[in-house]
């Protein structure tokens, strides 16, 4: 089965500082692996995805992603925070078992950007 | 191009009620999803639509209903509503073909915050 642990319920970082929002994951075949933003009391904005190409994945907004398959990990990284990344993360794994397609999303985690 | 959009954005009901959200999907896309988020969790599969069938369910009880309509549009239909049914509903829509593709996105409205009292 399909499953995603994010490994952090709350992540604070100083403005300018990097952020590290961890991700591990659990597939019975070679996954594909996201990342979305959700803002307060806005919808899921996709981040970026690992489908098996690149293992270094670039999103939008200057975060990026890397999937090592010998860690089972798909963390996700930026150089440097701003105000504005300050959100709720979700890690998800696709899952295309009895004939749906349908995402598995991890619990999240809040990212604080301290001033 | 308008993205995937949800109506209402916000209700209330009381216990035992009944209640309808709707969905369009992006232009083009023909496979509609429903996924809950209740407060602090992360969103769950409720149902996924392609060509208005019903691909798939996830574990919640019969009171929930959907269907898509021949123009892809979609609605969640909830029975006798329960507290526990407050959450943000969220309608996701992707250019899904026949061929299930693991690493096709989803893209997510805006939900429609349902407060049940």
């Known amino acids: 089965a399909q499953s995603v642990t994010q490994l952090d319920s709350h992540v604070s970082v100083s403005e300018g500082t990097p952020v590290l929002l961890r991700c591990n994951y659990s597939?019975?075949?070679?996954?594909?692996l996201f990342w979305y933003v959700q803002h307060p009391n806005k919808g899921l904005q996709l981040l970026l995805k690992?489908?098996?190409?690149?293992?270094l994945v670039k999103g939008i907004n200057g975060f990026e992603a890397e999937f090592k398959k010998s860690e089972t990990s798909f963390h996700l990284t930026k150089p440097s925070a701003h105000m504005s990344d300050a959100a709720e993360y979700f890690c998800?794994?696709?899952?295309?078992?009895?004939?749906?397609?349908?995402?598995?999303f991890g619990t999240g985690t809040r990212l604080k950007v301290l001033a | 191009d308008a993205g995937v959009t949800q109506s209402p954005t916000h209700l209330i009901k009381t216990r035992g009620q009944h209640v309808t959200l709707r969905c369009s999907p992006i232009s083009g896309h023909k496979s509609v999803s429903w996924y809950q988020q209740v407060l602090g969790q992360g969103p769950q599969f409720i149902f996924q639509y392609y060509e208005k069938e019903e691909r798939g369910r996830g574990n919640f009880p019969d009171r929930f209903s959907a269907r898509q309509f021949p123009n892809y549009s979609s609605e969640l239909n909830v029975n006798a509503l329960l507290l526990g049914d407050s959450a943000l509903y969220l309608c996701?829509?992707?250019?899904?073909?026949?061929?299930?593709?693991?690493?096709?996105?989803?893209?997510f409205g805006e939900g429609s915050w349902l407060t049940v009292v």
């Open positions: 998800v794994v696709s899952d295309i078992t009895s004939g749906t397609y349908k995402y598995i």
């Open positions: 690992y489908t098996s190409a690149a293992t």
């Open positions: 597939s019975s075949y070679s996954p594909s």
């Open positions: 996701a829509s992707s250019l899904d073909g026949r061929i299930l593709r693991s690493g096709n996105t989803i893209y």
